[in-house]
């Protein structure tokens, strides 16, 4: 069974975040073995220079990295990556079972994004949409279009 891994910086604290989570793991579970691992978002000033944010997402980018099973096809969320709809998800996650030897890894960055490296080292960037979301949402929208493509892949009626 094909191991789907979510690895988000920040935490949920939202109830209802959590519980669309929730819901959408326990679906997937027929799928794949989801499993969704919360990092720590580094701590900034109220205005933190360039330089600040930098070093801190470079912290992240190596606690992500611990995170990272070796030969995962990796997917990084950026807003300049490639746009696809549900049944192109779909495609991604048959291409990603097979090159990431059965373990695809979705990663969602903290408030200030990505270090440049890690994003650098994805296999794909791929990008939700031109609008810009919060992580906590886009976290559960991502479930939803994992389960989505699991669905549409088993032939499933939940697509239509």
């Known amino acids: 069974m094909v191991r ?8 949920l604290k939202e109830s209802f975040y959590r519980a669309a989570v929730a819901e959408y ?4 579970r027929a799928y794949c073995a989801p499993e969704i691992t919360e990092l720590a978002e580094e701590r900034l000033s109220d205005a933190p220079s360039r330089a600040e944010i930098d070093a801190a997402l470079s912290r992240e980018a190596a606690a992500l990295r611990r995170h990272i099973p070796a030969r995962a096809y990796t997917v990084v969320l950026s807003p300049e990556g490639k746009k ?3 049944a192109g ?4 996650l048959s291409t990603a079972e097979i090159a990431g030897g059965g373990t695809v890894v979705f990663i969602i960055g903290s408030s200030f994004g990505l270090d440049p490296a890690i994003k650098r080292e994805a296999d ?3 990008s939700m949409s031109d609008m810009t979301f919060p992580h906590h949402l ?3 929208m991502l ?3 994992i ?6 892949r088993a032939g499933g009626k939940y697509d239509k």
Do not use: M
Request: net charge positive; with cysteine.
């Open 147 to 152: 389960y989505r493509g699991f669905s549409i």
């Open 138 to 140: 886009a976290r559960v």
């Open 143 to 145: 479930l939803e279009q």
């Open 124 to 126: 794909l960037l791929l």
């Open 89 to 92: 998800v779909a495609k991604l």
């Open 84 to 86: 696809c709809d549900s």
């Open 25 to 28: 793991e326990k679906r997937l």
């Open 4 to 11: 789907v891994k979510l690895l988000c910086v920040g935490k």
